[in-house]
Nanobody
């Protein structure tokens, strides 16, 4: 059974940094891609950053140059380094892992979420 456990959220002042971690219960080689989503209060969940098994990354425009996603295959973990945090980054952050079975058939796995609050 796949389990994803996030950690590293918290309260930080504007301009500060946080590092989120996501630990998987299985080898992350099992997944075609892993990513971080966030969901602000009253808004839909949206992709923040993703990384493929080959290491290709992509980011939503609003975090480019500030956030960095990385993976450690030996530790079965994915990280999100968040710098220059702004109040609009406040949200629950979720770790995601995806297995692609075909072009239109896939499985998504989610962690329980970790709260990030950016406030002075």
């Amino acid at each position: 059974q796949v389990q994803l456990v996030e950690s590293g959220g918290g309260l930080v002042q504007p301009g500060g940094s946080l590092r989120l971690s996501c630990a998987a219960s299985v080898s992350i080689f099992s997944f075609n891609a892993m990513g971080w989503y966030h969901q602000a209060l009253g808004k839909e969940r949206e992709l923040v950053a993703a990384i493929t098994g080959g290491g290709t990354t992509n980011y939503v425009d609003s975090v480019k140059g500030r956030f960095t996603i990385s993976r450690d295959n030996a530790k079965n973990a994915v990280y999100l380094q968040m710098n220059s945090l702004q109040p609009e980054d406040t949200a629950v952050y979720y770790c995601n892992a995806r297995i692609d079975y075909s072009a239109n058939y896939y499985s998504d796995y989610w962690g329980q979420g970790t709260q990030v609050t950016v406030s002075s």
